[in-house]
């Protein structure tokens, strides 16, 4: 199975984000993703950037954009990150009663539908989701902060996931986020994970492309 890389530009220079999304898209796998970490103060802890920056990011790359929405309702914002150059758009299982509602919503806007599952919620939050889903994230840092410590249970949990993907013969892609590097990403890709998310084990002082090859040869 081949496995894509999902840098989380919130680790990036914005300063120089045109700058990283080239690097971005000539490093590693044309069919990477560029990881987008939506953040509002109020489903997390933490603040990140929403609409200008996705919307600046997709005028330069033509990678896949994969938004990651840490937001309460997300219902409300659907059609504008959809418009702002999301390819893909996941949803917490935590952020919203009505799940499957988001996910039907994604889907009339012609874009990828991911669910997202944070490291505390039981894996049965996502069961009734899967035959509707593109994507499955399971989260293995509590969401809200890029450069924190990845929860060695979370090996078990995408091993669970993948048998419940097979069983269905689901072609969704099974992503991890949080704390992802090079010495926990061959577990995670043995225990049936297609996408790994990384944001500072990517964005370190020797620039993105090495990061993406120190991530990859872990791989190998
Ligand atoms: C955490 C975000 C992650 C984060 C990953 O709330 O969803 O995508 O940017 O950063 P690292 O790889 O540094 O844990
Ligand atoms: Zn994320």
Redesign the pocket.
Known sequence: MSVRLAP?I??CDFTRLGEELATLAAADQPDNYV?V?V?DGHF?PNISFGLPILAAARRVSTQFMDV?L?ITQPERYLADFAAAGADGLSVHAESTPHLHRAVQQIHDLGKRAGVVINPGTPLEALRPMLADVDLVLI?S????????QFIPATVERVRTVRGWLSDIDSPAELQV????TPNNARALVDAGASVL??????FGPDGPAAGLARLRGALA
Request: net charge negative; aromatic share 4%; no cysteine.
């Open positions: 989380s919130l680790s990881h970490d953040m997390v990651h840490m989260m840092v509590n969401p809200g902060f890029g450069g924190q986020d949080g704390g992802v998310v990384a944001g500072s084990s990517v």
